[in-house]
């Protein structure tokens, strides 16, 4: 991808196993999806595909032998922006300094933040809800340098 091309990067966690028709649909167009973990079954990562390329890592409850390939981070360059995924922030024990986002899963909890200088997305959950916590999938929008995130809640 050259660095002056604009990259929408769909994201996508916490699944456990349930693939919303509302994510999909939410996800759709994007040039790339990151499942950031806790994917489930195999087949979410089918119905991923069937919007674009996918990248995604293994969470703390993917320990069934369909996970084995997926790895547990993952770095992904999108133009000149380097993405770290991890599962759970919380374990990031590589210094963030190196790339221009983390995205993340685990908590549920949809969030964007920045913090010196680096951008940290957690999508939230487009599965099972948890407590009261949003069903939601994110977006990223990669232009040159330029990185903006975006969360959509997901009426379900």
């Given at each position: 991808m050259a660095a002056n091309q604009i990259t929408v990067i769909g994201l996508i966690s916490d699944t456990h196993g349930l693939i919303r028709p509302q994510a999909l649909e939410a996800l759709r167009g994007v040039d790339?999806?990151?499942?950031?973990?806790?994917?489930?079954?195999?087949?979410?990562?089918?119905?991923?595909?069937?919007?674009?390329?996918?990248?995604?890592?293994?969470?703390?409850?993917?320990?069934?032998p369909w996970a084995t390939p997926f790895p547990d981070t993952k770095l992904v360059k999108a133009g000149v922006a380097r993405l770290y995924i991890i599962h759970n922030v919380k374990e990031l024990a590589v210094d963030a300094r190196g790339f221009d986002a983390v995205i993340s899963g685990h908590s549920h909890k949809p969030s964007v933040s920045s913090r010196d200088g680096i951008l940290y997305v957690n999508?939230?959950?487009?599965?099972?809800?948890?407590?009261?916590?949003?069903?939601?999938?994110?977006?990223?929008?990669?232009?040159?340098?330029?990185?903006?995130?975006?969360?959509?809640?997901?009426?379900?």
């Open positions: 790339l999806v990151v499942h950031a973990g806790d994917i489930g079954k195999p087949q979410v990562i089918d119905s991923l595909k069937t919007i674009a390329p996918v990248v995604a890592i293994k969470g703390n409850n993917d320990t069934e999508p939230g959950s487009a599965g099972p809800r948890r407590f009261k916590l949003p069903i939601a999938v994110g977006k990223l929008v990669v232009d040159g340098t330029k990185i903006d995130a975006e969360i959509i809640e997901l009426r379900v």
